[in-house]
Protein backbone atom coordinates (compact mmCIF):
# COMPACT_ATOMS: atom_id res chain seq x y z
CA UNK A 1 0.00 0.00 0.00
CA UNK A 2 1.44 3.46 -1.15
CA UNK A 3 2.27 5.77 1.84
CA UNK A 4 0.11 8.60 0.96
CA UNK A 5 -2.54 5.89 1.10
CA UNK A 6 -1.26 4.82 4.59
CA UNK A 7 -1.21 8.08 6.08
CA UNK A 8 -4.60 9.26 4.84
CA UNK A 9 -5.97 5.87 6.27
CA UNK A 10 -4.31 6.77 9.91
CA UNK A 11 -6.03 10.32 10.08
CA UNK A 12 -9.21 8.88 9.16
CA UNK A 13 -9.26 6.95 12.26
CA UNK A 14 -9.34 10.30 13.93
CA UNK A 15 -11.68 11.75 11.93
CA UNK A 16 -14.18 8.64 12.02
CA UNK A 17 -13.42 8.62 15.98
CA UNK A 18 -14.63 12.41 15.96
CA UNK A 19 -17.54 12.63 13.37
CA UNK A 20 -19.16 9.21 14.94
CA UNK A 21 -18.39 11.06 18.58
CA UNK A 22 -21.27 14.05 17.39
CA UNK A 23 -23.37 12.22 16.02
CA UNK A 24 -24.06 9.18 18.79
CA UNK A 25 -24.46 11.55 21.20
CA UNK A 26 -27.00 13.33 19.89
CA UNK A 27 -28.72 10.53 19.26
CA UNK A 28 -28.48 9.83 22.88
CA UNK A 29 -29.60 13.32 24.75
CA UNK A 30 -33.02 12.58 25.52
CA UNK A 31 -31.35 9.38 27.41
CA UNK A 32 -28.88 10.84 28.64
CA UNK A 33 -31.19 13.77 30.11
CA UNK A 34 -33.29 11.17 32.19
CA UNK A 35 -30.43 9.48 33.57
CA UNK A 36 -29.44 12.58 34.91
CA UNK A 37 -32.32 13.74 35.84
CA UNK A 38 -32.28 17.25 33.53
CA UNK A 39 -34.26 18.86 30.92
CA UNK A 40 -33.22 17.36 27.07
CA UNK A 41 -32.85 21.31 26.12
CA UNK A 42 -30.50 22.06 28.66
CA UNK A 43 -28.42 18.83 27.40
CA UNK A 44 -27.72 21.00 24.69
CA UNK A 45 -24.37 22.57 26.63
CA UNK A 46 -23.20 18.73 26.42
CA UNK A 47 -23.29 20.02 22.69
CA UNK A 48 -21.60 23.15 22.52
CA UNK A 49 -19.93 22.98 25.06
CA UNK A 50 -17.04 20.54 22.70
CA UNK A 51 -18.34 22.77 19.48
CA UNK A 52 -17.03 25.93 21.16
CA UNK A 53 -14.08 24.22 22.91
CA UNK A 54 -12.71 23.64 18.85
CA UNK A 55 -13.78 27.14 18.18
CA UNK A 56 -11.25 28.38 20.65
CA UNK A 57 -8.62 26.32 20.14
CA UNK A 58 -8.73 25.33 16.50
CA UNK A 59 -6.66 28.60 15.63
CA UNK A 60 -3.77 27.43 17.92
CA UNK A 61 -3.42 24.31 16.30
CA UNK A 62 -1.87 25.17 12.88
CA UNK A 63 1.07 26.97 15.14
CA UNK A 64 1.13 24.45 17.66
CA UNK A 65 2.24 21.85 15.00
CA UNK A 66 4.36 24.05 13.60
CA UNK A 67 6.72 24.46 16.96
CA UNK A 68 6.30 21.21 18.04
CA UNK A 69 6.00 18.95 15.16
CA UNK A 70 2.93 17.43 13.29
CA UNK A 71 2.49 13.67 14.71
CA UNK A 72 3.71 14.98 18.20
CA UNK A 73 0.43 17.20 18.20
CA UNK A 74 -1.74 14.87 16.66
CA UNK A 75 -0.89 11.52 18.49
CA UNK A 76 -1.44 13.68 21.58
CA UNK A 77 -4.84 14.98 20.48
CA UNK A 78 -6.11 11.37 19.81
CA UNK A 79 -4.61 10.68 23.22
CA UNK A 80 -6.50 13.75 24.89
CA UNK A 81 -9.51 12.72 23.04
CA UNK A 82 -10.03 8.97 24.11
CA UNK A 83 -9.38 9.86 28.04
CA UNK A 84 -11.98 12.52 27.59
CA UNK A 85 -14.42 10.16 25.75
CA UNK A 86 -13.83 7.82 29.07
CA UNK A 87 -14.64 10.77 31.34
CA UNK A 88 -17.38 11.47 29.44
CA UNK A 89 -18.43 7.83 30.20
CA UNK A 90 -17.95 8.15 33.58
CA UNK A 91 -19.86 11.43 34.09
CA UNK A 92 -22.81 11.34 37.00
CA UNK A 93 -23.92 14.87 36.81
CA UNK A 94 -24.07 17.30 34.55
CA UNK A 95 -21.41 19.92 35.34
CA UNK A 96 -19.25 16.87 35.15
CA UNK A 97 -20.41 15.82 31.37
CA UNK A 98 -19.75 19.15 30.29
CA UNK A 99 -16.46 19.57 31.64
CA UNK A 100 -15.40 15.93 30.41
CA UNK A 101 -16.73 17.61 27.11
CA UNK A 102 -14.40 20.34 27.10
CA UNK A 103 -11.23 18.29 27.96
CA UNK A 104 -12.66 16.46 24.91
CA UNK A 105 -12.78 19.23 22.33
CA UNK A 106 -9.25 19.83 23.53
CA UNK A 107 -8.08 17.13 21.50
CA UNK A 108 -10.47 17.49 18.81
CA UNK A 109 -9.16 20.94 18.21
CA UNK A 110 -6.06 19.85 17.65
CA UNK A 111 -7.09 16.48 16.16
CA UNK A 112 -8.59 16.91 12.63
CA UNK A 113 -7.23 19.98 11.54
CA UNK A 114 -3.59 18.86 12.26
CA UNK A 115 -4.11 15.37 10.79
CA UNK A 116 -5.32 17.01 7.74
CA UNK A 117 -2.11 19.18 8.16
CA UNK A 118 -0.11 16.40 7.93
CA UNK A 119 -1.91 14.70 4.66
CA UNK A 120 -1.21 18.71 2.93
CA UNK A 121 2.79 17.80 4.16
CA UNK A 122 3.55 14.45 3.31
CA UNK A 123 1.66 13.49 0.17
CA UNK A 124 2.74 14.43 -3.47
CA UNK A 125 0.72 16.95 -4.84
CA UNK A 126 0.29 14.02 -7.76
CA UNK A 127 -1.56 12.02 -5.07
CA UNK A 128 -3.51 14.79 -3.19
CA UNK A 129 -7.14 14.47 -4.55
CA UNK A 130 -6.61 10.46 -4.49
CA UNK A 131 -5.50 10.64 -0.96
CA UNK A 132 -8.35 12.95 0.05
CA UNK A 133 -10.96 10.71 -1.39
CA UNK A 134 -9.72 8.12 1.55
CA UNK A 135 -9.81 10.87 3.80
CA UNK A 136 -13.08 11.49 2.86
CA UNK A 137 -15.17 8.34 2.78
CA UNK A 138 -14.12 6.58 6.51
CA UNK A 139 -14.86 10.44 7.89
CA UNK A 140 -18.18 9.89 6.74
CA UNK A 141 -18.94 6.29 7.78
CA UNK A 142 -18.90 7.89 11.21
CA UNK A 143 -22.65 9.89 10.91
CA UNK A 144 -23.76 6.96 9.01
CA UNK A 145 -22.95 4.58 11.65
CA UNK A 146 -23.42 7.04 15.14
CA UNK A 147 -26.99 7.65 14.99
CA UNK A 148 -28.54 3.62 14.98
CA UNK A 149 -25.15 2.50 16.94
CA UNK A 150 -26.25 5.46 19.33
CA UNK A 151 -29.67 4.75 19.50
CA UNK A 152 -28.71 0.57 19.81
CA UNK A 153 -25.88 0.95 22.37
CA UNK A 154 -28.68 3.39 24.70
CA UNK A 155 -31.55 1.20 23.74
CA UNK A 156 -30.08 -2.29 24.73
CA UNK A 157 -27.30 -1.27 27.06
CA UNK A 158 -26.56 2.73 28.87
CA UNK A 159 -25.59 5.69 26.96
CA UNK A 160 -21.91 5.37 28.42
CA UNK A 161 -21.11 3.37 26.09
CA UNK A 162 -21.12 5.58 23.50
CA UNK A 163 -18.32 7.07 24.69
CA UNK A 164 -16.10 4.27 25.76
CA UNK A 165 -16.11 2.32 22.02
CA UNK A 166 -14.04 5.08 21.61
CA UNK A 167 -10.88 3.94 23.45
CA UNK A 168 -10.38 0.86 21.04
CA UNK A 169 -10.40 3.02 18.06
CA UNK A 170 -8.09 6.09 20.16
CA UNK A 171 -5.72 3.23 20.92
CA UNK A 172 -5.18 2.09 17.15
CA UNK A 173 -4.69 5.72 15.61
CA UNK A 174 -2.47 6.06 18.42
CA UNK A 175 -0.17 2.68 17.36
CA UNK A 176 -0.14 3.46 13.60
CA UNK A 177 0.52 7.15 13.68
CA UNK A 178 3.90 6.24 15.99
CA UNK A 179 4.84 3.69 13.53
CA UNK A 180 3.86 5.56 9.85
CA UNK A 181 3.84 9.51 10.34
CA UNK A 182 6.90 11.64 10.14
CA UNK A 183 6.89 13.98 12.67
CA UNK A 184 7.40 17.22 10.52
CA UNK A 185 7.67 20.46 11.41
CA UNK A 186 8.32 24.23 10.74
CA UNK A 187 11.82 25.82 10.65
CA UNK A 188 11.35 28.82 10.97
CA UNK A 189 7.74 29.56 12.94
CA UNK A 190 6.13 33.25 13.38
CA UNK A 191 5.82 34.34 17.07
CA UNK A 192 2.60 33.07 18.13
CA UNK A 193 -0.51 35.86 18.07
CA UNK A 194 -0.62 35.32 22.69
CA UNK A 195 -2.64 39.00 22.34
CA UNK A 196 -5.24 37.79 20.02
CA UNK A 197 -5.68 34.32 21.23
CA UNK A 198 -6.35 35.99 24.52
CA UNK A 199 -9.08 38.05 23.06
CA UNK A 200 -10.86 35.83 20.39
CA UNK A 201 -10.71 32.52 22.56
CA UNK A 202 -12.48 33.98 25.81
CA UNK A 203 -14.69 36.45 23.33
CA UNK A 204 -16.66 33.84 21.07
CA UNK A 205 -16.36 31.42 24.15
CA UNK A 206 -18.21 33.93 26.16
CA UNK A 207 -20.60 35.08 23.56
CA UNK A 208 -21.82 31.92 22.28
CA UNK A 209 -21.97 30.32 25.93
CA UNK A 210 -24.20 33.19 27.10
CA UNK A 211 -26.49 32.67 24.26
CA UNK A 212 -26.61 28.88 25.15
CA UNK A 213 -27.27 29.56 28.59
CA UNK A 214 -29.85 32.26 28.10
CA UNK A 215 -33.39 30.35 30.00
CA UNK A 216 -33.53 27.38 31.67
CA UNK A 217 -32.48 28.77 34.65
CA UNK A 218 -28.94 27.26 34.10
CA UNK A 219 -26.57 30.82 35.13
CA UNK A 220 -28.81 33.94 36.45
CA UNK A 221 -30.24 36.58 34.51
CA UNK A 222 -27.18 39.07 34.78
CA UNK A 223 -24.60 36.26 34.57
CA UNK A 224 -25.73 35.59 31.19
CA UNK A 225 -26.09 38.81 30.04
CA UNK A 226 -22.45 39.51 31.60
CA UNK A 227 -20.95 36.76 29.68
CA UNK A 228 -22.95 38.03 25.87
CA UNK A 229 -21.46 41.55 27.42
CA UNK A 230 -18.12 40.27 27.76
CA UNK A 231 -17.75 38.28 24.60
CA UNK A 232 -18.86 41.09 22.17
CA UNK A 233 -16.56 43.64 24.11
CA UNK A 234 -13.57 41.36 23.26
CA UNK A 235 -14.34 40.40 20.02
CA UNK A 236 -14.51 43.94 18.64
CA UNK A 237 -11.33 44.49 20.80
CA UNK A 238 -9.55 41.68 18.25
CA UNK A 239 -10.92 42.87 15.11
CA UNK A 240 -9.00 46.45 16.51
CA UNK A 241 -6.08 44.13 17.45
CA UNK A 242 -5.91 42.17 14.25
CA UNK A 243 -6.16 45.42 11.75
CA UNK A 244 -3.17 46.57 13.43
CA UNK A 245 -1.44 42.77 13.70
CA UNK A 246 0.23 41.24 10.37
CA UNK A 247 0.41 37.96 12.30
CA UNK A 248 -3.05 38.19 13.55
CA UNK A 249 -4.23 34.83 14.87
CA UNK A 250 -7.40 35.09 12.36
CA UNK A 251 -6.77 37.01 9.71
CA UNK A 252 -9.70 39.27 9.00
CA UNK A 253 -8.04 40.72 5.79
CA UNK A 254 -9.38 37.38 4.14
CA UNK A 255 -13.17 38.41 4.13
CA UNK A 256 -11.84 40.51 1.22
CA UNK A 257 -11.82 38.60 -0.97
CA UNK A 258 -15.48 37.91 -2.26
CA UNK A 259 -15.33 33.85 -3.26
CA UNK A 260 -13.72 33.52 1.13
CA UNK A 261 -16.28 35.97 2.40
CA UNK A 262 -19.14 34.01 0.59
CA UNK A 263 -17.49 30.38 1.93
CA UNK A 264 -17.53 31.73 5.74
CA UNK A 265 -19.98 34.34 5.83
CA UNK A 266 -22.65 32.64 3.81
CA UNK A 267 -21.33 29.06 4.67
CA UNK A 268 -21.84 30.41 8.84
CA UNK A 269 -25.93 31.54 7.82
CA UNK A 270 -26.49 28.26 5.98
CA UNK A 271 -24.78 25.73 8.59
CA UNK A 272 -26.29 27.11 11.71
CA UNK A 273 -29.75 25.91 9.97
CA UNK A 274 -28.33 22.64 9.21
CA UNK A 275 -26.45 22.59 12.24
CA UNK A 276 -29.65 22.59 14.23
CA UNK A 277 -31.29 19.12 12.75
CA UNK A 278 -29.01 16.77 15.27
CA UNK A 279 -30.55 18.38 17.95
CA UNK A 280 -33.51 18.78 16.59
CA UNK A 281 -34.68 15.80 14.65
CA UNK A 282 -33.85 13.01 17.96
CA UNK A 283 -36.12 15.30 20.23
CA UNK A 284 -38.86 15.08 17.97
CA UNK A 285 -38.56 11.80 17.24
CA UNK A 286 -38.26 10.43 20.95
CA UNK A 287 -39.53 13.32 23.06
CA UNK A 288 -42.68 14.43 20.76
CA UNK A 289 -43.45 10.92 19.23
CA UNK A 290 -41.96 8.52 21.64
CA UNK A 291 -39.63 6.40 19.38
CA UNK A 292 -36.58 4.42 21.16
CA UNK A 293 -33.24 5.55 20.85
CA UNK A 294 -32.44 2.83 18.26
CA UNK A 295 -35.16 3.45 16.31
CA UNK A 296 -34.59 7.15 16.33
CA UNK A 297 -31.02 6.50 15.08
CA UNK A 298 -32.33 4.32 12.21
CA UNK A 299 -33.91 7.12 10.53
CA UNK A 300 -31.62 9.72 11.08
CA UNK A 301 -28.50 8.27 10.30
CA UNK A 302 -30.37 8.43 6.50
CA UNK A 303 -28.85 11.87 6.57
CA UNK A 304 -25.69 11.07 5.90
CA UNK A 305 -26.09 8.28 4.19
CA UNK A 306 -27.50 10.52 1.65
CA UNK A 307 -24.09 12.65 1.96
CA UNK A 308 -22.04 10.03 1.12
CA UNK A 309 -23.91 9.31 -2.18
CA UNK A 310 -23.83 13.00 -3.20
CA UNK A 311 -19.57 12.93 -2.77
CA UNK A 312 -19.43 10.74 -5.97
CA UNK A 313 -21.14 13.64 -8.41
CA UNK A 314 -20.15 16.46 -6.25
CA UNK A 315 -17.37 17.73 -8.23
CA UNK A 316 -18.99 16.55 -11.93
CA UNK A 317 -22.01 18.70 -10.23
CA UNK A 318 -20.10 21.97 -9.82
CA UNK A 319 -18.15 21.55 -12.75
CA UNK A 320 -21.07 21.25 -14.63
CA UNK A 321 -23.09 24.28 -13.09
CA UNK A 322 -20.43 26.68 -11.29
CA UNK A 323 -20.91 27.55 -7.91
CA UNK A 324 -23.08 30.12 -7.92
CA UNK A 325 -25.66 28.50 -8.91
CA UNK A 326 -25.05 25.86 -7.18
CA UNK A 327 -25.11 27.42 -3.17
CA UNK A 328 -27.83 29.53 -4.35
CA UNK A 329 -30.21 26.83 -5.95
CA UNK A 330 -29.02 24.12 -2.98
CA UNK A 331 -29.44 26.43 -0.47
CA UNK A 332 -33.29 27.27 -1.50
CA UNK A 333 -33.30 23.07 -1.80
CA UNK A 334 -31.92 22.74 1.71
CA UNK A 335 -34.66 25.11 3.89
CA UNK A 336 -37.46 23.77 1.72
CA UNK A 337 -36.75 20.16 3.09
CA UNK A 338 -35.83 21.90 6.39
CA UNK A 339 -39.27 23.40 6.46
CA UNK A 340 -40.32 19.68 5.74
CA UNK A 341 -39.16 18.11 8.57
CA UNK A 342 -41.54 21.05 10.88
CA UNK A 343 -44.10 19.15 9.03
CA UNK A 344 -43.66 15.83 10.36
CA UNK A 345 -46.26 14.02 12.35
CA UNK A 346 -46.76 11.42 14.79
CA UNK A 347 -48.58 9.25 11.99
CA UNK A 348 -46.04 10.09 9.29
CA UNK A 349 -44.84 6.57 7.49
CA UNK A 350 -41.51 5.89 8.89
CA UNK A 351 -40.22 5.34 5.18
CA UNK A 352 -41.05 8.81 3.75
CA UNK A 353 -39.26 10.69 7.17
CA UNK A 354 -36.18 7.93 5.83
CA UNK A 355 -36.59 9.18 2.17
CA UNK A 356 -37.01 12.79 3.06
CA UNK A 357 -33.99 13.01 5.74
CA UNK A 358 -31.75 10.96 2.84
CA UNK A 359 -32.53 13.57 -0.26
CA UNK A 360 -31.72 16.63 2.10
CA UNK A 361 -28.79 15.11 3.05
CA UNK A 362 -27.79 15.08 -0.45
CA UNK A 363 -28.29 18.26 -1.40
CA UNK A 364 -26.84 19.81 1.85
CA UNK A 365 -23.32 17.55 1.23
CA UNK A 366 -23.57 19.14 -2.47
CA UNK A 367 -23.41 22.51 -0.44
CA UNK A 368 -21.06 21.66 2.12
CA UNK A 369 -18.67 20.55 -0.94
CA UNK A 370 -19.11 23.91 -2.70
CA UNK A 371 -18.54 25.93 0.01
CA UNK A 372 -15.15 24.47 1.05
CA UNK A 373 -14.14 24.83 -2.35
CA UNK A 374 -15.19 28.13 -2.73
CA UNK A 375 -13.59 29.80 0.54
CA UNK A 376 -9.81 29.13 -0.64
CA UNK A 377 -10.55 29.56 -4.34
CA UNK A 378 -8.63 32.74 -4.48
CA UNK A 379 -6.69 32.13 -1.74
CA UNK A 380 -2.80 32.63 -1.84
CA UNK A 381 -0.62 29.37 -0.54
CA UNK A 382 0.96 31.64 1.94
CA UNK A 383 -2.17 32.30 3.44
CA UNK A 384 -3.53 29.11 3.08
CA UNK A 385 -2.99 27.72 6.71
CA UNK A 386 -4.69 30.97 8.07
CA UNK A 387 -7.43 31.14 5.72
CA UNK A 388 -8.48 27.10 6.90
CA UNK A 389 -8.13 28.08 10.60
CA UNK A 390 -10.41 30.67 10.04
CA UNK A 391 -13.14 28.47 7.92
CA UNK A 392 -12.58 25.75 10.90
CA UNK A 393 -13.29 28.02 13.34
CA UNK A 394 -16.84 29.70 11.94
CA UNK A 395 -17.89 26.22 11.20
CA UNK A 396 -17.47 25.28 14.36
CA UNK A 397 -19.37 28.35 15.56
CA UNK A 398 -21.94 28.26 13.85
CA UNK A 399 -22.78 24.11 14.74
CA UNK A 400 -22.58 25.65 18.13
CA UNK A 401 -25.00 28.83 17.44
CA UNK A 402 -27.26 26.39 15.26
CA UNK A 403 -28.30 24.25 18.51
CA UNK A 404 -28.70 27.50 20.25
CA UNK A 405 -30.87 28.85 18.31
CA UNK A 406 -33.14 25.36 17.84
CA UNK A 407 -33.05 25.22 21.52
CA UNK A 408 -34.08 28.91 22.18
CA UNK A 409 -36.49 28.77 19.78
CA UNK A 410 -38.15 25.25 21.61
CA UNK A 411 -37.80 27.07 24.95
CA UNK A 412 -39.68 30.43 23.29
CA UNK A 413 -42.77 27.97 21.85
CA UNK A 414 -42.97 26.01 24.74
CA UNK A 415 -43.28 29.28 26.51
CA UNK A 416 -45.81 30.73 23.77
CA UNK A 417 -48.32 27.97 23.87
CA UNK A 418 -47.99 27.55 27.37
CA UNK A 419 -47.17 23.81 26.90
CA UNK A 420 -45.93 22.50 30.63
CA UNK A 421 -43.43 20.03 29.35
CA UNK A 422 -42.29 19.48 25.54
CA UNK A 423 -44.63 19.17 22.98
CA UNK A 424 -44.01 18.21 19.12
CA UNK A 425 -45.17 21.51 17.86
CA UNK A 426 -42.45 23.25 19.91
CA UNK A 427 -40.03 21.58 17.55
CA UNK A 428 -42.36 21.46 14.00
CA UNK A 429 -42.11 24.86 14.41
CA UNK A 430 -38.47 25.35 15.01
CA UNK A 431 -37.67 23.76 12.16
CA UNK A 432 -39.64 26.95 10.34
CA UNK A 433 -36.57 28.77 11.95
CA UNK A 434 -33.93 27.73 11.07
CA UNK A 435 -35.22 26.96 7.81
CA UNK A 436 -35.61 30.67 7.03
CA UNK A 437 -32.11 31.29 8.96
CA UNK A 438 -30.60 29.29 6.35
CA UNK A 439 -32.53 30.68 3.38
CA UNK A 440 -30.69 33.90 4.55
CA UNK A 441 -27.66 32.76 3.27
CA UNK A 442 -28.65 32.99 -0.61
CA UNK A 443 -28.12 36.46 -0.53
CA UNK A 444 -24.57 35.97 0.30
CA UNK A 445 -24.31 33.90 -2.59
CA UNK A 446 -26.19 35.89 -5.02
CA UNK A 447 -23.50 38.68 -4.75
CA UNK A 448 -20.73 36.29 -6.24
CA UNK A 449 -19.69 36.41 -9.77
CA UNK A 450 -21.46 34.06 -12.04
CA UNK A 451 -17.78 32.37 -12.89
CA UNK A 452 -16.41 33.05 -9.18
CA UNK A 453 -13.82 30.28 -8.41
CA UNK A 454 -14.53 28.61 -12.30
CA UNK A 455 -10.72 27.23 -12.02
CA UNK A 456 -11.37 25.17 -9.09
CA UNK A 457 -14.45 23.75 -10.63
CA UNK A 458 -13.04 23.14 -13.82
CA UNK A 459 -14.82 25.52 -16.06
CA UNK A 460 -11.59 27.56 -16.71
CA UNK A 461 -8.40 26.09 -17.37
CA UNK A 462 -7.00 25.90 -14.01
CA UNK A 463 -3.31 27.02 -12.79
CA UNK A 464 -3.68 29.97 -10.63
CA UNK A 465 -1.71 29.42 -7.34
CA UNK A 466 -3.72 27.56 -4.13
CA UNK A 467 -6.70 26.68 -6.81
CA UNK A 468 -6.39 23.04 -7.06
CA UNK A 469 -9.18 20.33 -7.81
CA UNK A 470 -8.35 19.05 -4.50
CA UNK A 471 -10.01 21.73 -2.64
CA UNK A 472 -13.20 19.88 -3.75
CA UNK A 473 -12.53 17.13 -1.61
CA UNK A 474 -14.19 17.14 2.07
Given at each position: MRPAVVTALIIATALFMENMDGTVLATSLPAIAADLDQDPIVLKLALTSYMLTLAVFIPASGWVADKLGARTVFCSA??????????????????????????????????????????????????????????????????????????????????????????????????????????????????????????????????????????????????????????????????????????????????????????????????????????????????????????????????????????????????????????????????????????IGANTPHAVIFLGLLIGGFFRSLEFTALNAIGYADVEPSRMSRATSFASVSQQMSQAVGVAVAAASVQSLQWLFGDPVLAPRDMQLSFFVVAAITLLSTFIFLRLDRDAGAEVSGRAVAGAPGRTASALAE
Open positions: IVVFTLGSLLCGASTSLPTLIGARVFQGLGGAMMVPVGRLVLLRSVPKSEMVDSLAYLTVPALIGPVVGPPLGGFITTYFHWRWIFWINAPIGLLGIALTLRFIENVRERNVAPFDTKGFLLSGPGLLSLVFGMTVVGRGVAPAYAVVALIGAGALLLALYVRHARRTPDAILDLNLLRLPTFFAGVVGGFLFRLGIGAIPFLMPLLLQIGFGLTPFQSGSLTFAAAAGAMAMKVTASRLIRRFGFRTILVGNAVISAGFLACYGL
